[in-house]
């Protein structure tokens, strides 16, 4: 394995730094930025990393590994090929897909990054170029006019500097051709999270599918933070860090907290992956606080 890490450069500027073996491109990132690679004669038989930790269990696993070895895998032919400059810290596990068609362009190995400052970019696998970089802060990702992201003393939390954008893994359906990713905003001093369909080709939302949708929830329950029965989720102060899952065409969104700043309470939100209805919430302690959905 290998690093793919995040530094900040002067004037504010971040790259992800690939490591790979001689002639060989990237297969797999990791929560800790770290990646697989494989030489290009081998493409067709690698596989897609298209969620968190690569499969639904998160085993983290490529059981199908043939070609990294201890005999490899050494300072000689393990290295640096090259980097891509991003506008964020990223938090988010990268993602990878073989074989994709960007329009007006030909066929990529693309790796896909999202960012703390609300970005997702597709990055060629194979080389330093940027296929097309999309940001939810924009009217055509439905943010408001001037919407910026979340600063992290608005969360009364240090665990994520200097901005909350993108934290949660995104997860990508090869099937349909979409990735989706929750964004948080803040907008006209009103917080918003969204869940977005992108399309892999363009970045673009998915408007077939009624992208993007902004969350909301409540259940019954006398918990912190609750009113008259009802305790509400809260876009403010609900962390967005577990990876996104893609199951029997469900979109399930998983939330915790911001350093345990309360009130804050394990939620999991779901949504149709077709019509971004939400199919279902639910709360660990409707009636207390205090819980994590990590």
């Known amino acids: 394995m290998s690093d793919l890490r995040l530094y ?6 971040h790259s992800l730094l690939a490591r790979t073996c001689r002639g060989r491109r990237v297969a797999w990132a ?20 298209v969620t968190a930790h690569s499969d639904v ?10 070609i990294l070895t201890p005999a490899n895998v050494n300072q000689g032919q393990f290295g640096k090929l090259f980097s891509y400059a991003v506008d964020g810290y ?6 990878y897909l073989p074989g994709v068609n960007i329009p007006g362009r030909g066929t990529y190995n693309a790796l896909f990054v999202a960012t703390e400052h609300d970005s997702v970019y ?3 696998a194979d080389s330093t170029t940027m296929l097309w970089q999309a940001t939810l802060l924009d009217a055509t ?19 994520i500097v200097p901005e909350i954008g993108i934290t949660g893994t995104p997860v990508i359906d090869p099937a349909t051709g979409t990735l989706y990713v929750v964004g948080r905003t803040k907008e006209n001093g009103r917080y918003v999270q969204r869940l977005h369909a992108l399309d892999i080709t363009t970045g673009a939302e998915r408007i ?9 929830a409540s259940v019954p329950g006398s918990g912190s933070g609750s009113s008259g029965g009802t ?8 962390n967005q860090r577990a990876g996104l899952l893609l199951l029997n065409g469900i979109v399930y969104v998983g939330f915790g907290s911001h350093s345990d700043t309360l009130p804050y309470h394990g939620w999991i939100l779901a949504y149709s992956a077709t019509s971004l209805q939400q199919t279902g919430a639910f709360c660990s302690t409707p009636n207390g606080s205090a819980s994590g959905i990590w």
């Open 8 to 13: 900040r450069r002067n004037h504010g500027a």
């Open 30 to 49: 990791g929560v800790t930025l770290f990646i697989l690679v494989f030489c290009p004669r081998f493409t067709a038989a690698q596989p897609s990393v």
């Open 57 to 66: 269990a998160r085993t983290g696993q490529n059981t199908n590994e043939t």
């Open 90 to 95: 990223v938090y988010a596990q990268p993602l």
């Open 122 to 124: 597709a990055f060629d």
């Open 141 to 159: 990702h439905g943010a408001a006019p001037g919407a910026t992201t979340v600063p992290n003393s608005d969360v009364n939390s240090g665990d």
């Open 208 to 216: 077939e599918f009624n992208s993007p949708v902004e969350l909301q």
């Open 231 to 238: 305790l509400p989720w809260d876009p403010r102060l609900e």
